[in-house]
């Protein structure tokens, strides 16, 4: 079985920093696309940013120039760097990947279990 675990959640004032790290562990043959979504309370989840194995990357358009994806293929894991953070970034961050397991003829979406981003005005 394959799980994906984030960390690096927490309180930040308006204006700060935030790393956010997550890694896939079990049976992994491949990782396609690795990224963020975040649901905020009331909403609906929402694309963050993803990046595929190729290094190819994609953003919302409200987190453009101020947050980064970038991963390491050889520890399957997937970086959020999120910088002049805004009390609208507060919401539950889940990290996403396109897997196939090391069973399996077609890749998959696995979810992490979310990380809470707090961000204080």
């Known amino acids: 079985q394959v799980q994906l675990v984030e960390s690096g959640g927490g309180l930040v004032q308006a204006g700060g920093s935030l790393r956010l790290s997550c890694s896939a562990s079990g049976r992994i043959f491949s990782i396609n696309v690795m990224g963020w979504y975040r649901q905020a309370p009331g909403k609906q989840r929402e694309l963050v940013a993803t990046?595929?194995?190729?290094?190819?990357?994609n953003y919302a358009d409200s987190v453009k120039d101020r947050f980064t994806v970038s991963r390491d293929n050889a520890k399957n894991t997937v970086y959020l760097q999120m910088n002049s953070v805004k009390p609208e970034d507060t919401a539950v961050y889940y990290c996403?990947?396109?897997?196939?397991?090391?069973?399996?003829?077609?890749?998959?979406?696995?979810w992490g279990q979310g990380t809470q981003v707090t961000v204080s005005s």
């Open positions: 990046i595929t194995s190729g290094g190819s990357t």
């Open positions: 996403y990947g396109d897997v196939r397991s090391g069973s399996a003829r077609w890749s998959r979406d696995y």
